[in-house]
């Protein structure tokens, strides 16, 4: 199993990472992370170095690392030519209500161009006959439901009433 993950320095990324690597088998697992700083970037090394050393206790899995930006077209496509994914998980996002009031650049990047280069080199996979992605997970995030009134939050519910650009840019995913 192939397994492209986007945001693996991050919080949740991580942990899949290193859950993946602890409960599968034979698990071959590429991680993509920009490292930025929107918080401290050494607890993202941190995660790194803890990743490395539980994937070096699990010598039938495979774990490669790659610093890059998944709104360079450019790179996201030759990583799925080259490493042929099953599975892909984005993670890789802006995340952050306040400060995307202040740095919308950054949701537009990450969370527009970076999900979009995602969406097309999955649908790319499946080009001249090759076996393609077979399944895509992203997270979304609950501030998609804006001003609802109504808790707890349902899938179901409306979400067109998002108040920020990371809520926005989350619904249109
Ligand atoms: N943690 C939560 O409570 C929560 C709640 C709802 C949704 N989410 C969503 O889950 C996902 C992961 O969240 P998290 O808590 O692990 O966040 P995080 O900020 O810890 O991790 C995101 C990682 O993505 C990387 N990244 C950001 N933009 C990138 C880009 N353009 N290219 C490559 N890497 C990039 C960052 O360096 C970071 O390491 C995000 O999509 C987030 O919006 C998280």
């Not at 929107?38 to 803890?50: C, G, M, N, Q, S």
């Not at 599975?87 to 650049?105: C, E, F, M």
Request: net charge negative.
């Amino acid at each position: 199993m192939r397994v492209l993950i986007s945001g693996a320095a991050g919080f949740i990324g991580a942990n899949l990472v290193m859950q993946l690597l602890k409960r599968e088998k034979a698990v071959d697992i590429l991680g993509i992370d920009s490292l930025n700083d929107y918080y401290d970037p050494a607890i993202k090394d941190f995660r790194l170095v803890e990743i490395e050393k539980i994937a070096a206790e699990h010598s039938d899995s495979k774990w490669t690392f790659v610093k890059g930006n998944i709104a360079e077209k450019a790179l996201i496509d030759s990583l799925f030519k080259e490493f042929q994914p099953d599975i892909v998980v984005n993670l890789a996002a802006q995340a952050g209500v306040r400060y995307s009031i202040t740095n919308p650049d950054a949701y537009i990047e990450s969370n527009l161009i970076g999900f979009y280069n995602i969406l097309e080199a999955c649908r790319h996979s499946y080009d001249n006959g090759t076996d393609g992605v077979k399944h895509l997970v992203y997270a979304s995030s609950s501030s998609v439901y804006g001003s609802n009134k109504k808790v707890p939050y349902s899938t179901d519910d409306k979400v067109d009433n998002p108040v920020s650009l990371y809520a926005a840019t989350k619904k249109s995913n």
